[in-house]
């Protein structure tokens, strides 16, 4: 078996994905995205296993139950990471991957996993947790002649 941290280091290296190395065991990487335009992913090595942790969005502002009800129901089909919140009620995708499974092929997959659950739920987050502000937003830019251009997906809330 590979040491896990040569298997994460040329994998970042060969994908030329952006990160930045925290100490002997911490990757942080930033993946960009379509709706969100980033996410910001922790791969950190444990004793045992590679943890993966990448914030998706912060606390909603209202209907928590619902988003968390919309966050449980995705849980059920996601490959190798689930949503979580966290102590603030910000919401994170998290895993573990033990060291045996941490090949470039395995890497690949599941940071892929994370950029495509992280930008497809997005929208639909901002959606149930967020009406309310983009609402506020929307008719805020209308009144100073503002662009509207990153707010046309929640148009139809309007």
Request: aromatic letters at 10%.
């Amino acid at each position: 078996m590979l040491n896990p941290k040569d298997v994460i280091e040329d994998f970042l290296e060969s994908h030329d994905l952006d990160y930045e190395k925290s100490g002997e065991s911490k990757y942080m990487l930033t993946l960009p995205g379509e709706k969100k335009l980033q996410t910001h992913v922790a791969l950190v090595i444990g004793d045992h296993s590679l943890s993966i942790n990448a914030f998706v969005i912060r606390k909603p502002d209202e209907n928590a139950e619902k988003v968390h009800e919309w966050l449980l129901q995705k849980n059920g089909s996601m490959y190798c990471v689930a949503y979580a919140i966290n102590e603030l009620g910000d919401i994170y995708l998290v895993g573990r991957l033990p060291f045996s499974a941490v090949t470039d092929v395995e890497l690949d997959r599941v940071i892929g996993a994370v950029l495509q659950y992280s930008d497809s739920s997005f929208n639909p987050l901002l959606e149930l947790g967020f009406t309310s502000a983009i609402r506020r937003e929307w008719a805020w830019r209308v009144s100073r002649g503002e662009s509207l251009a990153n707010l046309k997906a929640f148009e139809h809330l309007i």
